[in-house]
């Protein structure tokens, strides 16, 4: 975030136990806006963990909603959260990287109740703690974003796209401005990785041409072995991509190598 002139008080929700993939309040059913802030809620923070020993080889991936019926503009605002990685054992220390503070900006109102929501994209056997922290601006800040992710889905295990994964946009937006990725293995059966690309294609887009951002891959680990399969949310925080009308768009995941058992991957775009 830039360098700031005025008050941004965080405040942490959690952490709280995922249960699967049904939506869950983290750090209660809610937070209400506190006085004096008549502002806006400049952005969130998503961490996330294992909360014990993996027992299967498995990545915890999870979406966080922020939702409000007070906020007419905060359509749920969804977030992939930095995925928990594999490993068998009690030996084995989680992989984690630095979570981003992801820009909000919407409007909001001493009392406004903020809804946060976690849920697992694929059930796992170890559940993640979620921790959210929201960052309380004084002064009103723009531009608002506007955030959706897709649905998770299988990739190949042929070198190959996967099927597509679709994001709609509803009509009064200009400009994708981030894009979020991740890739994680769902089994460890031979020591292959997952390496690939994100493609997106839309009629929308106003200059036309596909996007292709590189993803953060996975390191294969055979199943058992003394050691984890790491993945990372790949971040392309600085896009500018023209959109026109009500916007469809349609990613692929394009996987390298070949592999054994396929992966999972899903995408976040944030617009104004």
Same mark, same amino acid.
């Given at each position: 975030?830039?360098?700031?002139?005025?008050?941004?008080?965080?405040?942490?929700?959690?952490?709280?136990?995922?249960?699967?993939?049904?939506?869950?309040?983290?750090?209660?059913?809610?937070?209400?806006?506190?006085?004096?802030?008549?502002?806006?809620?400049?952005?969130?923070?998503?961490?996330?963990?294992?909360?014990?020993?993996?027992?299967?080889?498995?990545?915890?991936?999870?979406?966080?909603?922020?939702?409000?019926?007070?906020?007419?503009?905060?359509?749920?605002?969804?977030?992939?959260?930095?995925?928990?990685?594999?490993?068998?054992?009690?030996?084995?220390?989680?992989?984690?990287?630095?979570?981003?503070?992801?820009?909000?900006?919407?409007?909001?109102?001493?009392?406004?109740?903020?809804?946060?929501?976690?849920? /697992?994209?694929?059930?796992?056997?170890?559940?993640?703690?979620? &921790?959210?922290?929201?960052? *309380?601006?004084?002064? +009103? @800040? #723009?531009?608002?974003?506007?955030?959706?992710?897709?649905?998770?889905?299988?990739?190949?295990?042929?070198?190959?796209?996967?099927?597509?994964?679709?994001?709609?946009?509803?009509?009064?937006?200009?400009?994708?401005?981030?894009?979020?990725?991740?890739?994680?293995?769902?089994?460890?059966?031979?020591?292959?990785?997952?390496?690939?690309?994100?493609?997106?294609?839309?009629?929308?887009?106003?200059?036309?041409?596909?996007?292709?951002?590189?993803?953060?891959?996975?390191?294969?680990?055979?199943?058992?072995?003394?050691?984890?399969?790491?993945?990372?949310?790949?971040? /392309?925080?600085?896009?500018?991509?023209?959109?026109?009308?009500? &916007?469809?768009?349609?990613? *692929?995941?394009?996987? +390298? @190598? #070949?592999?054994?058992?396929?992966?999972?991957?899903?995408?976040?775009?944030?617009?104004?």
């Amino acid at each position: 975030m830039p360098a700031l002139e005025f008050e941004l008080h965080p405040k942490v929700l959690g952490p709280t136990i995922t249960t699967g993939t049904s939506e869950i309040d983290v750090g209660g059913t809610g937070v209400t806006l506190p006085a004096p802030f008549d502002g806006c809620i400049a952005g969130v923070k998503v961490q996330a963990q294992r909360c014990g020993v993996a027992t299967a080889a498995e990545s915890d991936t999870a979406v966080i909603r922020l939702k409000s019926s007070m906020m007419s503009q905060l359509a749920p605002f969804e977030i992939l959260a930095q995925p928990a990685n594999s490993g068998i054992g009690a030996d084995i220390a989680p992989y984690k990287e630095k979570a981003p503070i992801i820009p909000v900006n919407c409007p909001c109102q001493k009392g406004d109740l903020l809804q946060i929501t976690a849920a /697992e994209l694929t059930a796992c056997t170890v559940h993640l703690y979620v &921790t959210v922290t929201v960052y *309380y601006a004084e002064v +009103a @800040l #723009a531009p608002q974003y506007h955030s959706q992710i897709g649905t998770q889905t299988a990739t190949t295990t042929a070198a190959g796209e996967s099927a597509a994964n679709s994001i709609i946009i509803g009509a009064g937006h200009s400009w994708i401005k981030r894009i979020y990725a991740l890739v994680v293995d769902t089994t460890q059966a031979t020591g292959k990785g997952i390496a690939g690309k994100l493609r997106i294609q839309s009629s929308q887009f106003v200059k036309g041409g596909d996007v292709e951002i590189a993803m953060e891959g996975v390191l294969g680990i055979l199943a058992g072995a003394a050691g984890q399969g790491c993945t990372r949310l790949t971040e /392309e925080p600085e896009v500018n991509i023209g959109i026109s009308g009500q &916007t469809y768009l349609y990613g *692929y995941f394009n996987l +390298a @190598l #070949a592999i054994t058992t396929a992966g999972k991957w899903n995408y976040q775009v944030m617009y104004v």
